[in-house]
T-cell receptor, first 114, second 110 residues
Framework: GAGVSQTPSNKVTEKGKYVELRCDPI?????LYWYRQSLGQGPEFLIY????????DSGLPNDRFFAVRPEGSVSTLKIQRTERGDSAVYLC????????????FGEGSRLTVL | EDKVVQSPLSLVVHEGDTVTLNCSYE??????LLWYKQEKKAPTFLFML????IEKKSGRLSSILDKKELSSILNITATQTGDSAIYLC??????????FGQGTRLTINP
């Protein structure tokens, strides 16, 4: 596609439920990133994929968070047993992976945990 | 701990004014510094700076990096209401990871 696409744009769920957030990167971009942005804060790194593998998952806050990218394109961020503190905008970004640092962000998925 | 600090956190000016936004960082394995504009949801790329003292310019926006002072500034001249946004500074370190600052919320009043 022309840009990074994220679905859903909004997700409201109850505490304890499981959620999946999807990201479709720019075609041809090998690198894919997940960030989390809380209100009034800058984006916070969660995980980075180069191709199909998670090159760096050091930003995942705990083992309730998991992400996959099985075919090296679309990625899914999975959150188990959601907590109110997980409420945030989850941003996905992609890049050519050439180390330029320029990331192209999607519009984000706003997660609200009641 | 790696961190990026932006100032001011919020700024309100009149259309036509010139503004300067600041970013300072403490990051190991520095690779580059980037500026993004976030109007609603998706941050959009403005500049990437790797070399100290070399100004990057795009229209009314310009930015420069000072590696000695571990800082960068973003200047916007002749501001317009469309410049109202959150401006994010990020530092790339290690393997393509960005550490973002808190952002500066800029409001341009007509």
């Amino acid at each position: 596609g022309a840009g990074v696409s994220q679905t859903p744009s909004n997700k409201v769920t109850e505490k304890g439920k499981y959620v999946e957030l999807r990201c479709d990167p720019i075609s041809g971009h090998t690198a894919l990133y997940w960030y989390r942005q809380s209100l009034g804060q800058g984006p916070e790194f969660l995980i980075y994929f180069q191709g199909t593998g998670a090159a760096d998952d050091s930003g995942l806050p705990n083992d309730r968070f998991f992400a996959v990218r099985p075919e090296g394109s679309v990625s899914t961020l999975k959150i188990q047993r959601t907590e109110r503190g997980d409420s945030a905008v989850y941003l996905c970004a992609s890049s050519l992976g050439s180390g330029t640092g320029e990331l192209f962000f999607g519009e984000g998925s706003r997660l609200t945990v009641l | 701990e790696d961190k990026v600090v932006q100032s001011p956190l919020s700024l309100v000016v009149h259309e036509g004014d010139t503004v300067t936004l600041n970013c300072s960082y403490e990051v190991t394995n520095f690779r580059s510094l980037l500026w993004y504009k976030q109007e609603k949801k998706a941050p959009t790329f403005l500049f990437m700076l790797t070399s100290s003292g070399i100004e990057k310019k795009s229209g009314r926006l310009s930015s420069i990096l000072d590696k000695k002072e571990l800082s960068s500034i973003l200047n916007i001249t002749a501001t317009q209401t469309g410049d109202s946004a959150i401006y994010l500074c990020a530092v790339e370190w290690g393997a393509q990871k960005l550490v973002f600052g808190q952002g500066t919320r800029l409001t341009i009043n007509p």
